[in-house]
Structure formats: structure tokens, C-alpha cells
């Protein structure tokens, strides 16, 4: 058996700048065969290069260069100052894999995340080291568009790797882990796409919509959204239940607001997803508490209730209110709703009910996003509202129904908590 | 020969008031102590120190010591509301004992609580008032002797119905109190030890007020079978019948403090019919505040535009272990600056304390006074006053500032819980969940001690 020896170059990988982060990683892929032979490096590299970099952005930042056609300059900018920020955030990711057991990092796939880490810092440093002109941003953003695709459906796998991996964490652990893990990669994904957009924007031959800086929305109608969704939903709801779910908009219906579709999108669609189900299920007495209902003789209605939706423009931002009458959360479940892997779907039932869970990417934009069913909807909603400074509350009263306040702060005062 | 309703303290002749003179203090001629010094609000401000501050005080602390150091025994519902009991002489004398020996620890350990204050906070006027009102309290409970007999126990419960009485005024002296020391002290510490006293002054209540009504109900019928009823303390309350009656009340006094004003409607939907077993008071006093503050709310937003405000949406539903209430209503929202400091007795930045001062030191000394004139009414009587009827009657110009803490310790001592969101710009939704009192084996919390 060879000794797992400590190579002595990795001492000379202790440098500050930011050159040595390429050599850092190249050499410690975790191989798909079983080797002892890298090197070790210590956090400490990794932990000065973040240090020294940029890694936090607001949502001024997106907008700041005005409307596309963005000038050659402040695209070449744009692409330096988001790079340092997705290096860090990377190396962040990267740091916090290796810090997870060994034992776990020998699970496939989390080692397959972990490579898709690595794999994507040095595309991403590699391919940005001179960004001068107009050309060595085409370039970069051919390489964002790889990392964003590489990642597409990482979370799936990343869950799979977790859920088998529960004898070896614990859940406060998981969970924070995942905390972490997803606001940065909102972070990442959405510096990203915005870039990739701006350029494409930005193009001579584009005619941009003049509603759009990049991925940002400026005249988003959180209503428009909601009927789009609800229209979504019902054909699917239909499909499973044999009914179709209703949605009225009491106030609010004009309101509209600069900010990302996708993840208001997101937000939404899990959210009506959660009251229209529950909505339903409460009519067919199928929840427990429309069976402590009926067992305490309490009238039921004719037909199931439409989930209320109230937008109200505030000064920092928009608060939806999504109010329905699905028979409430118990009590027990309350505390573990925001936690991972906590899906209240029976595992048999899992793949037919995957039609619900799964919006298609015509809807969506994203590719598609198969997270659902694996309990991720609620704890990536929070982190996509809370990135800029947002929340979203629940409040409920079992017997009768759920109040989610959802809170997202747009441009005027927010900074992401990066 | 001294008569009963004197039994603890001595009258002032010239003004009626009850000086809170120190027991040892007491002598039979001169009664000129209040007169002779200063009003009842001031009497600390003059030159004779209380009693309490001296070095006796300090040597005597170790039977306070004992005492605390002593855990409190939990008290199950069965116990407080009787339920199947059926009563005879021994439970009645039992339960005598219960409460006597019950009562000064529990008084023990937050008198302890107060010791650990920093000495400027205590030093306040309504604190120290508290203080002494309570170190008295707890020597004369912990003096009374071993009950034997039904005798005994009438005397104990005239020593009861005093104490209920003069401890009345206790918490507007001890908001006064936090609101005047909040920049003696770090506002976290204040909070926890007011809702420490609050909790563990509803815990006493609940049980002197339970032991004098078992005695009331067995000294009229001794064949009195409670199974059927819930007690004197915990009643079946009409979910939708509180919420109207208090509404009727929050609207006709609001009606008559303010001129020509609209007040929303409420508007009803789930389980209106929902019957449940809890304490009255508390459920009047929690649901008052909360209607009054959607009053105030309505009343800033909507008197300048003269247009009829929004109805005030009540949902009842009825769960296994509660009865929640939801009141959503679109009176514009709290600021978001206040947000932080909704649930604290001391109440955010300095600048926000004077300001509140301002408003509420005037306030709370017209129920402090209130209090204390009805205390001097009420002596002789056999039954104690409510502090929460008095402040569920105030005024609406009366904005103390303390509605929304209170009410959550009095939801929280059952089990329950409250809780406000509010949509800036738009309106409020206040979610209340009251436990339904009816299971009896449950206990009261361990920390409402």
C-alpha cells in the first residue's frame, strides 16, 4: 500500500494571488477510480483568495448599466466584476463539499456535484482571464453558458446524494448546508443568465423588448403571473383529481414591478401548487382535517374554494398574499415545512404525482426544474425571496385554511445577503 | 378590636388610600403616614426610606431564599377547574393548604427575580411599590398557620380576597416601571422578567381565585357536584358571542371618546357556532385589544378620506386542541419600523420611549388611580376586582402601548398563541389560537411559575 504523502509543492500553492486558485483545484479532483496520491491543500489557500474578492451584489447592480443596448465597455466591466464574484461563490461551494465527512464525498453523487464544482471554477477562471474586448467576453459568456448547463439539474442529484447520506449528517447540518448551498447558487446562476442576456441584448443585429435589462423584468405583473400559472395548474390538477382549481385576484390585479420572472415564477407556482392541492384534497376529504371536520359534523361546500390572492405595492417592494382554504397545516408538520427532504408526499405515490410537482420548461424557462416531490419547493422558495432581502411567511389555521405572505424587496433598498 | 377588612394594612384617616406600609411598621394611634409624608404616587420620593431597604432586610432575606429555592409545584386544569370533584370538608381544607404553601413560593421566586434587578431599577417608585406590596404579601401567607378547619379557611380566604385586592394596581405600577427604567437596563432582561411576573401573577390569581370560589360554592351547597359545569373561572365561551360582545364594546366606547367617527363592520365566516371552555376575562381582554388597535388603525387611515372603511373579516375554526381566530382587516398595516418592537414592554429607541412617555405615563396613572379609588371602594366587599375589567374598559384615548405583549402572555399562559402580519400600505391579519380548556388532564405550563 503506498503512503498518502503530502507532495511538497502544495506548500508553494500558498499564495495570495488569485493564480494559484486554477492550481489549487486542478489537482484535487476526486477521481472516479480510488486514488491517495493528491496532494492536500488547505482551506486556508482557498479562504485567502475569497477574501481578497468581491463577493456580494445588490439588485442595483443588475440594472445599473440602464437598458440594453449596453455599450461594449461596460459589458467587458460588468463581465470582471461578476466574475470575482462567481469564482468566490464557487470556491465557497467547493470549500464547504470538502468539508462535508469523507465519507459522504465518496457517495457518486455527491462526488459528481463536487467535480461539477471544480470543473466549473476552472472554465470559469480559465476562460476570463483577459477580458479586454468584445471577443474575450464572447468567450466568457460561452463559458457561463456551459457552467449554467452543467448545473441545470444539479439539485436532483445533490438531494439524491443527501437523502443517502442521512446516517452521516445530521439534519440541522443538511440543512444548513443547503441553506447555503442554494443562495449561492441563485447567486451564481442568476449573475450568469444575466450576463448571458445583457450580451445577447447588447448584440448588433438584437432587437431587445425595452421591457428587459438583462433577466430583469421591469414591468412584471405578479397577477399576469398567477392566472398564468393557475391556467398551468389546472390542466394538471385536472389530470389527477378530475377537477380544476380556481384563483381570483381581490386586490392588486394592476400592480407591477421590476424584478426576475423566474423566481417570482418559482415562488408562485409552489406556492398556488401547495393551496391548490390542498384546496382540493380538503373538498375530497382526503387531509386530515376535512376528516376531523366531517367527524365533528362540520358542513363541507359544493364545491372546492378559489385560493384568494392579494398584491399590495409597498415602499420596498410587492407583498403577496396567498390565502385558501385547504383545511390548514398541522401542527407537527409546521416546524419541519421549511426543512429538506420533507415532502408530504408518500414515496409509492411519488412518480404519479411527479406530473404535479414537475411545470414543464415551456412555463417555466428553466429548463425544467424536477425538484419537485423531493421536498425542496418550500426551503428554495424562502431562498429565492430572501436573496434580496425578502420573506415569505405562513400562517395557519388547521380546520381551515393557510395565509402565505410572500415579501419581495425590489429595486430602492435591498442588498442580497451574500 | 381591628376589623377584618384591615387585617393587613392600616387606613390613612385623612385620605381613605392604603399606604403600603410596612407590616412591623403598623402602629395603632398615629395613622398619618400618607399625610404626613406624601400622596400615595410619592411617598418614596420623601425622605424616610421603605422599610425594605435596610440591613435587616438583607440578614432576613434567607427565609426568602428558602423559599425560592423551592420549585413550584405544577397545578393540573382538574385541580383549577374541579372538574368531578366532589367536594368535602378535607378537599376544601386540602386545597387551603395547597394554596398556602403554593403561593409564597411562587411569590419567592419572582421577589428573587426583583433582587437580581440592577438597584437603580428597583429604586424606581412603581417598582419599589411592587416590591414591598409583594415581600408583604409573601410574609403574610407564609405566617398564616396550618388550616384545620372550615374556620380557619374563611379567615384565609378574607386574607385572599385582600391580597386580590391590593394587588390590583400592580400592573400599570409595573409597566410605569419598565417604561421609566428602560435606559437603566438592557430592554431583552426587561421583557423577560416583566413576562415572567405577568405569567406568574396570573398563575397566583387563577388559583386564589379558584380556591375562594370552591369555597363559595361549597359553603352554599355541600352537596355541590361541579361535573356538569366548569367552575366559577373557566366558562363555556361562545366563540363568535365574545368576539361580538367585545367588538359592542370596543365600538361604543370609541363612539363616544371620538365624534361622527366609521368604524368597519365585522363580517363573520367558519365555525361561528364553536363552543369552548376558557377564562372570560382573559378572552375579552385579548380580543378588546386586538379590535381596539384595528380601530385606532381605521380611524388614522380612513377619518381624513370619509369613506366607510373596509369590513373586518372574523374567521373561526374550530381544530382538535384550539379554537383560532383570524382578524384580517385593511386599515393600512403597522409601519415597518415598529415592527421589531411589537411584542416588548419597552418599546425601541429612546427617542421612541419619550415620545411614548409622553403619551402613556398620564395614561396608566388614570388606571392606576381608578384602581386604587375602586380599592378603596372595594374593601369589605367580597369580590376582587379585576385589573383586566379596568383595562378592558379604558378609554380608547388610553394608548398604553402594552395591549399586544399582554395579550400574548395571556395566550400563552394556556397554550395558546398570537401572532401579526401585517402588509404595509394595506392592513393587518392578527391569527389567534386559544386552547380549548376542556381537556382536564393536561397541566399548565411548568414555566408559569
Known amino acids: 500500500m503506498r503512503l498518502w504523502k503530502r507532495t511538497p509543492t502544495c506548500v508553494d500553492y500558498a499564495v495570495r494571488s488569485p493564480g494559484s486558485i486554477r492550481r489549487l483545484f486542478t489537482c484535487s479532483m476526486v477521481p472516479s477510480k480510488f486514488s491517495l496520491e493528491e496532494p492536500v491543500f488547505t ?53 464547504a463539499l470538502r468539508n462535508l465527512p469523507y465519507i ?65 449528517i445530521s439534519g440541522d447540518t443538511t440543512n444548513r448546508f443547503l441553506d447555503a448551498h ?37 414591468q412584471l405583473s405578479p397577477a399576469a403571473l398567477c392566472h398564468e400559472i393557475t391556467w398551468f395548474l389546472s390542466d394538471v390538477c385536472d389530470l389527477q383529481y378530475g377537477m380544476r382549481p380556481c384563483m381570483t385576484i381581490d386586490v392588486g390585479e394592476d400592480v407591477t414591478v421590476a424584478y426576475i420572472p423566474e423566481h417570482l415564477e418559482y415562488i408562485l407556482t409552489e406556492l398556488l401548487k401547495n393551496s391548490f392541492r390542498a384546496t382540493i384534497e380538503h373538498f375530497l376529504r382526503m387531509t386530515p382535517a376535512s376528516q376531523y371536520r366531517s367527524k365533528h359534523g362540520a358542513p363541507t361546500g359544493t364545491v372546492p374554494h378559489p385560493v384568494v390572492v392579494t398584491i399590495v405595492r409597498t415602499a420596498t417592494g410587492v407583498v403577496i398574499r396567498l390565502r385558501d382554504r385547504g383545511g390548514g397545516i398541522e401542527e407537527e408538520n409546521l416546524k419541519r415545512i421549511w426543512g429538506y427532504s420533507e415532502s408530504t408526499f408518500e414515496e409509492e405515490e411519488r412518480d404519479g404525482f ?61 442588498n442580497s445577503k451574500t | 378590636m381591628r376589623s377584618r377588612s384591615t387585617f393587613l394594612y392600616d387606613q390613612c384617616r385623612t385620605c381613605r388610600s392604603l399606604p403600603l406600609l410596612p407590616y412591623r411598621a403598623r402602629r395603632p394611634r398615629s395613622l398619618e403616614y400618607c399625610h404626613g409624608r406624601a400622596s400615595v404616587g410619592e411617598r418614596f420620593n420623601s425622605d424616610m426610606p421603605p422599610s425594605t431597604v435596610s440591613s435587616r432586610h438583607f440578614y432576613q432575606n434567607e427565609t426568602l431564599l428558602e423559599y425560592a429555592a423551592r420549585s413550584a409545584r405544577p397545578v393540573s386544569l382538574r385541580q383549577l377547574a374541579f372538574f368531578g370533584l366532589k367536594l368535602t370538608n378535607e378537599k376544601i381544607i386540602q386545597s387551603a393548604n395547597f394554596v398556602r404553601q403554593e403561593l409564597p413560593t411562587r411569590m419567592a421566586h419572582r421577589i428573587h427575580d426583583m433582587q437580581s434587578l440592577p438597584y437603580s431599577v428597583v429604586r424606581n417608585n412603581h417598582i419599589s ?104 373561572v373557566f366558562f363555556q365561551c361562545s366563540a363568535a358571542d ?36 376558557y377564562v372570560a376575562s382573559h378572552l375579552r ?98 369580590k376582587p376586582i379585576s385589573s383586566l375589567a379596568s383595562l378592558t374598559t379604558r378609554s380608547p384615548t388610553l394608548r398604553l402601548g402594552m395591549g399586544l405583549p399582554m395579550s400574548k402572555i395571556y395566550a400563552e399562559f394556556w397554550g395558546g398563541k398570537i401572532a401579526v402580519k401585517s402588509i404595509d400600505g394595506f392592513g393587518c391579519d392578527v391569527f389567534l389560537h386559544i386552547s380549548k380548556l376542556g381537556n382536564e388532564s393536561r397541566f399548565v405550563q411548568e414555566n408559569n411559575i
Not at chain 1, 456535484?113 to 464572447?138: F, P
Open chain 1, 43 to 95: 482551506n486556508f489557500d482557498v479562504n485567502e483568495v475569497i477574501g481578497s474578492c468581491r463577493s456580494s451584489f445588490n439588485f442595483q447592480d443588475l440594472i445599473q448599466f440602464g437598458r440594453p443596448p449596453i455599450p461594449n465597455e461596460a459589458l467587458i466591466q460588468n463581465a470582471r466584476t461578476i466574475r470575482e464574484i462567481i469564482l468566490t461563490s464557487l470556491s465557497r461551494r467547493t470549500l
Open chain 1, 182 to 218: 442554494l443562495h449561492d447558487r441563485i447567486g451564481t446562476r442568476l449573475l450568469s443568465k444575466h450576463h448571458i442576456a445583457l450580451t445577447k441584448q447588447s448584440a448588433p443585429s438584437a432587437t431587445p423588448d425595452p421591457r428587459f435589462i438583462g433577466l430583469v423584468d421591469t
Open chain 1, 104 to 168: 459522504m464525498m465518496l457517495n457518486p453523487n455527491i462526488s459528481q456535484i463536487y467535480n461539477k464544482y471544480l470543473h466549473s471554477v476552472n472554465m470559469v477562471y480559465d476562460s476570463g482571464a483577459k477580458l479586454e474586448t468584445k471577443e474575450d467576453n464572447e468567450m466568457f459568456v460561452q463559458a457561463l453558458q456551459i457552467v449554467v448547463e452543467t448545473h441545470t439539474n444539479a439539485i436532483p442529484t445533490l438531494a439524491k446524494g443527501f437523502a443517502e447520506s442521512q446516517t452521516y
Open chain 1, 354 to 414: 411527479k406530473t404535479l410537482n414537475t411545470p414543464p420548461p415551456s412555463v417555466t424557462g428553466t429548463g425544467g426544474s424536477s425538484m419537485g416531490g423531493l421536498g425542496f419547493g418550500l426551503p428554495l422558495s424562502r431562498a429565492y425571496a430572501e436573496y434580496f432581502g425578502g420573506s415569505i411567511d405562513l400562517e395557519t389555521c388547521f380546520g381551515w385554511g393557510t395565509d402565505v405572505y410572500v415579501n419581495i424587496k425590489t429595486p430602492q433598498a435591498n
Open chain 2, 129 to 232: 411599590s411592587v416590591y414591598e406590596l409583594y415581600y408583604h404579601s409573601f410574609n403574610t401567607i407564609r405566617r398564616f398557620p396550618v388550616i384545620k378547619t372550615l374556620e380557619d379557611n374563611d379567615l384565609f380566604c378574607d386574607v385572599l380576597r385582600e391580597l386580590l385586592t391590593h394587588h390590583t394596581a400592580v400592573i400599570p405600577h409595573l409597566v410605569m416601571g419598565v417604561i421609566e427604567c428602560s435606559d437603566l437596563i438592557d430592554s431583552k432582561r426587561m421583557d423577560s422578567f416583566m413576562e415572567s411576573m405577568l405569567r406568574s401573577r396570573i398563575s397566583r390569581r387563577v388559583l386564589t381565585e379558584q380556591h375562594i370560589a370552591l369555597t363559595d360554592a361549597f359553603l352554599k351547597d355541600p352537596n355541590f357536584k361541579p361535573s356538569d359545569q366548569v367552575g366559577q
Open chain 2, 242 to 277: 365574545v368576539v361580538r360582545q367585545c367588538d359592542a364594546l370596543a365600538r361604543s366606547l370609541t363612539q363616544s371618546s371620538y365624534e361622527d367617527i366609521l368604524i368597519p363592520e365585522l363580517v363573520f365566516e367558519g365555525d361561528v357556532s364553536t363552543k369552548f371552555a
Open chain 2, 285 to 382: 381582554y385579548i380580543v378588546g385589544e386586538i379590535l381596539r388597535n384595528t380601530f385606532e388603525a381605521s380611524l388614522e387611515r380612513y377619518q381624513a378620506m370619509r369613506i366607510l372603511p373596509a369590513p373586518v373579516l372574523v374567521t373561526i375554526s374550530d381544530a382538535p386542541q384550539h379554537v383560532i381566530f383570524r382578524f384580517s382587516d385593511q386599515a393600512g398595516g403597522i409601519p415597518p419600523e415598529i415592527i421589531p418592537y411589537l411584542w416588548s414592554f419597552v418599546k425601541g429607541p429612546r427617542s421612541m420611549i419619550r415620545h411614548h412617555n409622553f403619551e402613556q405615563v398620564p395614561a396608566l396613572e388614570a388606571i392606576v388611580e381608578e384602581l386604587e379609588a375602586s380599592v378603596g371602594h372595594a374593601t369589605g366587599q367580597k
